[in-house]
């Protein structure tokens, strides 16, 4: 007897199931094992992704195929020719000859395509010949059946879940010849083609059943009600897709104080790259990510993605990012014409490094050695196109998450056949519930029904079904979605009956507003001759100079660069340059209508955020701030407000003082003039006489002195968080502190930068563990 299951977490958790027997166990494996070992091409290797990609390319070169649109340049094509893998891939299962597909009541360019693709998959087939491989597409046609393995197991149990291609089931008829086969499988609404395989199979099914039935004897052995229980369902919307992560920790909360255990509760992701957002989440470990953790998001995937998007297009963004990452551009410049396989792998090599984790170092250096052997029997390619491949070949891998989180968080396919007690559902939102197949690229469903392919319905009672097996198999289910101007709830929901929750989306924002300390560290003097005033003098400078002479003295005497470590981590410092970038384009051509604000801000923040799950949080959290002030700014316009001018650079003499600095913003109503700074951290304006008097921040006073030629003129902070402009209530006598410390500067030559008294200081300071070296 063996049983068979559709996922290896089925497998692992019928095993579990005997744990405390002491029995011998049956022998139990994946459908996918079973077909690998049922099915074999004599004479024949399977060919692996990167070269399916290359012979599909080398195909693909015929007059004809620029017909299709598909573009052929190396790169591209190899993100497109997905889809032409799944289609073909489709009709080999479905055992759909091309030239059968049904073009009647079609237009003329749709049956030039489907002959251009026709073309495409005979050259194809012929060049995985002629390298004596196999895969995907041509298995069902080639394969013969092993006999001898079948009719060893004797005994085989498949326990189905959703649905079974022609090829799938030629195998079963096969099976059936040699040893005993039985089936076990739900019957709902939603697998409507399960049953009528088994009707034609001799087995008469009931709707709302759970069935094990003997495909030999023609007879069904046992039958359980599929619903035994009604389940309760809560459904939450947010307005921002992160929001739905203190969701989750709260519904884990809840379920856990009613009884149930953490092993027994999954969060379930219909869309799988929001693992991310709650893995950053997940402070204390809590969560076991059973797809494990992707390598596209670990260290060696984006430093080799940098250095690709660097390559090919030379933007400000793409050289940050490198240096994000630790990683100098000059390096990169002539790699395009690296050929050889040698240089090739050691480069590669290169962005390896020993701060990666241990299993996605070994991951790397296996991928490498196969790597280098296929190189060995391909075309040649540059680096570019090596690197490219590689990363598409080590992108799907994932490293096991083995933090020891008891609570499961699954994709929906893994999910199938498993149950759970509690089930969160997340982005249950209309374009990810139901997906959307690549498959439905070439055809339509029309032509899909006529030929017998799954349809657009088929595919989505599929989905159906998954989720009903997930929700009624489960005590207790929480759902939530993102609701609005650009997302929908997914029209399932209307099959459900769901509780709404009637929580206010501010209990949620809190969790994601905290801030983290550094530790004290330990600081240290040095005495010169120095000119101040020899470059401009900018208000950050002189602020840096009161702060602390010593960091003065390392950054802009010595030239010291401050200490960055390569990180995906979402750096304050640049999101508020992010912002300030952000609102200049913005206000180019200010909109005057609250949506507008909010539609172009998110657009212009999506473009040019670092594609990380912190980067999404902190960024989604930055569009709930600024939702503030917009209707701030909506309402300054209508009182008369206008911008005078964005990022201002002024250089200025100043009684002998040679000043500089950029006004973020100067609005002008009549002949008023106000000037602005944006802030995005806190602002350090102080409403006692004594504090005010003491900051060492001067920028808005430099403004002024800036400005002065405009007239009539006011400076201000503009608190982004709290939308709302700040004064200083001492701006004069701040003013006459100012010019002193110019004066003081101006009058000596001689100074002593010593260390700051001000503990606080050195704790945020980046230069602390370098300033403690010196004696």
């Given at each position: 007897?063996i049983?068979?299951f559709?996922t290896?977490r089925?497998v692992r958790d019928f095993y579990?199931?005997?744990s405390?027997?002491?029995?011998?166990?049956t022998?139990?494996?994946?459908i996918a094992?079973?077909?690998?070992?049922?099915?074999i091409?004599?004479n024949?290797?399977q060919?692996d992704d990167d070269t399916?990609?290359l012979?599909m390319?080398?195909?693909?070169?015929?007059?004809?195929f620029?017909k299709?649109h598909?573009p052929?340049?190396?790169m591209?094509f190899?993100?497109n020719s997905?889809?032409?893998?799944?289609?073909?891939?489709?009709?080999a299962?479905?055992?759909v000859?091309?030239?059968?597909l049904d073009l009647?009541?079609?237009?003329?360019?749709f049956s030039?395509?489907?002959?251009?693709?026709k073309?495409?998959l005979?050259?194809?087939?012929?060049?995985?010949?002629?390298?004596?491989?196999f895969?995907?597409?041509?298995?069902?046609k080639?394969?013969?059946?092993n006999?001898?393995?079948?009719s060893?197991l004797?005994?085989?149990?498949?326990?189905l879940?959703?649905?079974?291609s022609?090829?799938?089931?030629?195998?079963?008829?096969n099976?059936?010849?040699y040893c005993?086969?039985?089936?076990?499988?739900?019957?709902?609404?939603?697998?409507k083609?399960t049953a009528q395989?088994?009707k034609?199979e001799?087995?008469?099914?009931t709707l709302?059943?759970?069935?094990?039935?003997d495909l030999?004897?023609k007879?069904v052995?046992k039958?359980?009600?599929?619903y035994l229980s009604n389940v309760t369902?809560?459904?939450?919307?947010?307005?921002?897709?992160?929001?739905?992560?203190?969701f989750?920790?709260?519904?884990?909360?809840?379920?856990?104080?009613?009884?149930?255990?953490?092993?027994?509760?999954?969060?379930v992701l219909?869309?799988?790259?929001?693992?991310?957002i709650l893995?950053e989440?997940d402070k204390?470990?809590?969560?076991?990510?059973?797809?494990?953790?992707?390598m596209?998001?670990l260290?060696?995937?984006?430093?080799?993605q940098?250095?690709?998007?660097?390559m090919?297009?030379?933007k400000?963004?793409?050289?940050?990012r490198?240096?994000?990452f630790?990683?100098d551009?000059k390096?990169?410049?002539?790699l395009?014409?690296?050929?050889?396989i040698?240089?090739i792998?050691s480069?590669?090599?290169?962005f390896i490094?020993?701060?990666?984790f241990t299993e996605?170092?070994?991951?790397?250096?296996?991928?490498?050695?196969l790597?280098?052997?296929?190189?060995q029997?391909?075309?040649?390619?540059?680096f570019?196109?090596?690197?490219?491949?590689?990363?598409?070949?080590?992108e799907k891998?994932?490293?096991d998450d083995?933090?020891?989180g008891?609570?499961?968080?699954i994709?929906?396919?893994?999910s199938?056949?498993?149950k759970?007690?509690?089930?969160?559902?997340?982005?249950?939102?209309?374009?990810i519930v139901?997906?959307?197949?690549?498959?439905?690229m070439?055809i339509?469903?029309?032509?899909?029904?006529?030929?017998?392919?799954p349809?657009t319905?088929?595919?989505e009672n599929l989905?159906r079904?998954?989720?009903?097996?997930l929700i009624?198999n489960?005590?207790?289910v929480?759902?939530?979605c993102?609701?609005n101007?650009?997302?929908?709830p997914?029209?399932?929901?209307?099959?459900?009956?769901?509780i709404?929750?009637d929580?206010?989306?501010?209990?949620?924002?809190?969790?994601l507003?905290?801030?983290n300390?550094?530790?004290?560290?330990?600081?240290?003097?040095?005495?010169?001759?120095?000119?101040?005033?020899?470059?401009?003098?900018?208000?950050?400078k002189l602020?840096?100079y009161?702060?602390c002479?010593?960091k003065?003295?390392l950054k802009?005497?010595?030239?010291?660069?401050?200490?960055f470590m390569?990180?995906?981590a979402?750096?304050a410092?640049?999101?508020g340059?992010l912002?300030h970038?952000?609102?200049?384009?913005?206000?180019q051509?200010?909109?005057?209508?609250?949506?507008?604000?909010k539609k172009?801000?998110?657009?212009?923040i999506?473009?040019?955020?670092v594609?990380?799950?912190?980067?999404?949080?902190?960024?989604?959290?930055?569009?709930l701030?600024?939702?503030?002030?917009?209707i701030?700014?909506?309402q300054?316009?209508?009182?008369g407000?206008?911008?005078?001018?964005l990022?201002?650079?002024?250089?200025?003499?100043?009684e002998?003082?040679n000043?500089?600095g950029i006004?973020?913003r100067v609005?002008k109503?009549?002949?008023?003039?106000?000037?602005?700074?944006y802030?995005t951290?806190?602002?350090?304006?102080?409403?006692?006489?004594?504090k005010a008097?003491?900051?060492n921040?001067?920028q808005?006073e430099?403004?002024?002195l800036?400005?002065?030629?405009?007239?009539?003129?006011r400076a201000?902070?503009?608190d982004l968080?709290e939308a709302?402009?700040?004064e200083?209530?001492?701006?004069?006598?701040?003013?006459?502190?100012?010019?002193?410390h110019l004066h003081?500067?101006?009058?000596?030559?001689?100074f002593?930068?010593d260390e700051?008294?001000?503990?606080?200081?050195?704790?945020?300071?980046?230069f602390?563990?370098?300033?403690g070296?010196?004696?």
């Amino acid at each position: 007897m063996i049983e068979v299951f559709y996922t290896a977490r089925q497998v692992r958790d019928f095993y579990e199931s005997f744990s405390n027997n002491n029995q011998l166990l049956t022998k139990a494996i994946t459908i996918a094992e079973l077909e690998s070992k049922a099915w074999i091409v004599p004479n024949a290797i399977q060919a692996d992704d990167d070269t399916r990609a290359l012979l599909m390319r080398e195909a693909s070169v015929f007059s004809n195929f620029e017909k299709l649109h598909i573009p052929k340049e190396f790169m591209a094509f190899l993100q497109n020719s997905n889809y032409i893998f799944r289609f073909f891939e489709e009709l080999a299962n479905e055992e759909v000859k091309i030239d059968e597909l049904d073009l009647s009541d079609t237009y003329a360019e749709f049956s030039e395509h489907i002959t251009i693709l026709k073309e495409l998959l005979e050259r194809y087939s012929i060049l995985l010949e002629q390298k004596g491989m196999f895969d995907k597409i041509t298995l069902p046609k080639i394969a013969k059946l092993n006999i001898p393995y079948i009719s060893s197991l004797k005994r085989i149990r498949i326990h189905l879940e959703g649905y079974l291609s022609r090829f799938e089931i030629r195998l079963l008829k096969n099976i059936k010849k040699y040893c005993k086969l039985e089936i076990v499988t739900p019957v709902s609404l939603y697998n409507k083609k399960t049953a009528q395989w088994l009707k034609e199979e001799g087995i008469d099914t009931t709707l709302g059943t759970l069935i094990e039935c003997d495909l030999n004897e023609k007879k069904v052995i046992k039958s359980d009600n599929l619903y035994l229980s009604n389940v309760t369902v809560f459904y939450k919307s947010f307005s921002l897709r992160v929001l739905q992560a203190p969701f989750v920790f709260g519904k884990i909360e809840e379920f856990v104080k009613s009884g149930i255990l953490p092993e027994n509760i999954a969060v379930v992701l219909p869309d799988e790259s929001f693992a991310h957002i709650l893995k950053e989440v997940d402070k204390l470990n809590n969560l076991n990510f059973a797809m494990g953790f992707e390598m596209k998001y670990l260290g060696f995937c984006q430093r080799l993605q940098a250095v690709l998007k660097y390559m090919k297009e030379d933007k400000l963004e793409h050289s940050f990012r490198l240096f994000r990452f630790g990683l100098d551009e000059k390096s990169y410049f002539d790699l395009h014409k690296k050929t050889d396989i040698n240089d090739i792998i050691s480069i590669l090599k290169s962005f390896i490094r020993e701060d990666d984790f241990t299993e996605e170092r070994e991951i790397i250096e296996n991928e490498l050695f196969l790597f280098e052997k296929f190189l060995q029997d391909s075309i040649e390619l540059n680096f570019e196109q090596a690197a490219t491949l590689f990363l598409k070949r080590v992108e799907k891998k994932s490293i096991d998450d083995n933090r020891g989180g008891k609570i499961t968080v699954i994709g929906v396919l893994e999910s199938r056949g498993v149950k759970y007690d509690g089930v969160i559902i997340v982005d249950f939102n209309d374009d990810i519930v139901p997906k959307r197949s690549s498959k439905d690229m070439f055809i339509s469903s029309l032509v899909r029904s006529r030929s017998n392919l799954p349809t657009t319905e088929d595919r989505e009672n599929l989905q159906r079904f998954f989720y009903d097996r997930l929700i009624n198999n489960a005590k207790i289910v929480a759902i939530s979605c993102v609701e609005n101007e650009e997302k929908l709830p997914s029209r399932f929901l209307k099959n459900l009956h769901v509780i709404d929750e009637d929580i206010s989306e501010e209990s949620y924002k809190a969790i994601l507003f905290r801030e983290n300390h550094t530790k004290k560290r330990e600081k240290k003097s040095f005495v010169c001759e120095y000119d101040f005033f020899a470059q401009p003098l900018s208000s950050s400078k002189l602020k840096t100079y009161l702060e602390c002479p010593k960091k003065y003295y390392l950054k802009y005497i010595k030239g010291y660069k401050e200490a960055f470590m390569p990180t995906t981590a979402c750096d304050a410092r640049v999101m508020g340059m992010l912002v300030h970038e952000v609102l200049k384009e913005l206000f180019q051509k200010p909109p005057f209508l609250l949506a507008e604000f909010k539609k172009r801000a998110k657009e212009l923040i999506d473009a040019k955020r670092v594609k990380s799950a912190l980067w999404e949080i902190e960024s989604d959290i930055w569009l709930l701030r600024l939702e503030k002030f917009f209707i701030l700014e909506t309402q300054r316009f209508e009182e008369g407000w206008e911008i005078f001018a964005l990022e201002k650079n002024e250089n200025r003499q100043i009684e002998g003082f040679n000043l500089t600095g950029i006004v973020d913003r100067v609005d002008k109503k009549g002949d008023e003039y106000l000037l602005l700074d944006y802030k995005t951290g806190r602002i350090s304006i102080d409403a006692s006489e004594k504090k005010a008097l003491e900051s060492n921040d001067f920028q808005l006073e430099f403004y002024s002195l800036l400005c002065e030629d405009l007239g009539n003129t006011r400076a201000a902070f503009y608190d982004l968080n709290e939308a709302q402009i700040v004064e200083s209530g001492y701006f004069n006598e701040r003013k006459e502190i100012l010019l002193k410390h110019l004066h003081f500067l101006k009058q000596n030559s001689t100074f002593v930068f010593d260390e700051t008294e001000d503990k606080k200081i050195c704790r945020k300071c980046q230069f602390n563990k370098f300033c403690g070296s010196y004696a």
